[in-house]
């Protein structure tokens, strides 16, 4: 069992590029979560997708972002015109079933984003 | 290659007593670790550790970082069962961040 999967781990762009950060789930796993860990702060909620449907995506910036999981292949997250403030590592997680304890969470890596 | 390895994976007490949850690591250039409680979509921040045998208390909680032995554990004290969640530990080094497994603890009444 490969674990969640995410790449790039590390990923440059100039601003006003486009960032794409993939996150393959836990085989079994069908709920993503992503969030933004930013230098020498805590996790940041972004957003939980299950396939095809975003449940919340209140930790979102309005501009810019978006996610994704489609139906097939990876959930990804956007970042369009990225600006030096994007810069941050991304983390993804998944989990078998709704959320609550009953349910593990299986971190990923991380995709390190740096704008230049 | 960089882990972070917690102990026990699940654990089951009653209210009232204190657990010792566990968290060592390998990894090349440390610079911090880190105790999250999750229980719903979003890990909440327990504490930083940065230097070694000071140890950092917030309420029922207290945590230390031992850099010799390149672990930490987390206390709780008289647990409740809102305490029950999983404690997830993570690892900060100079370009990298990694998570441990976490530790299911369920306080029962």
């Known amino acids: 069992n490969a674990g969640v999967m995410q790449n790039p781990r590390h990923l440059v762009r100039r601003r006003g590029q486009e960032a794409r950060l993939r996150c393959s789930p836990m085989k079994g796993h069908s709920h993503v979560y992503w969030y933004r860990q930013l230098p020498e702060e805590g996790l940041k909620f972004m957003v939980y997708?299950?396939?095809?449907?975003?449940?919340?995506e209140s930790g979102m910036p309005k501009e810019r972002f978006s996610a994704e999981f489609p139906k097939e292949g990876p959930s990804i997250l956007r970042i369009q015109q990225v600006v030096r403030g994007d810069s941050a590592a991304y983390f993804c997680?998944?989990?078998?079933?709704?959320?609550?304890?009953?349910?593990?969470?299986?971190f990923g890596s991380g995709t390190r984003l740096t704008v230049v | 290659e960089d882990k972070v390895v917690q102990s026990p994976l699940s654990l089951v007490v009653h209210e009232g007593d204190t657990v010792t949850l566990n968290c060592s690591y390998e990894?090349?250039?440390?610079?911090?670790l880190l105790w999250y409680k999750q229980e719903k979509k979003a890990p909440t921040f327990l504490f930083m550790l940065t230097s070694s045998g000071i140890e950092k208390k917030s309420g029922r909680l207290s945590s230390i970082l031992d850099k010799k032995e390149l672990s930490s554990i987390l206390n709780i004290t008289a647990t409740q069962t809102g305490d029950s969640a999983i404690y997830l530990c993570a690892v900060i080094s100079r370009n990298d961040m990694r998570f441990g497994a976490g530790t299911r603890l369920t306080v029962k009444p």
């Open positions: 990894v090349t250039n440390f610079r911090s």
């Open positions: 997680a998944s989990s078998p079933g709704l959320q609550g304890l009953n349910y593990g969470y299986t």
């Open positions: 997708l299950q396939k095809e449907n975003i449940i919340d």
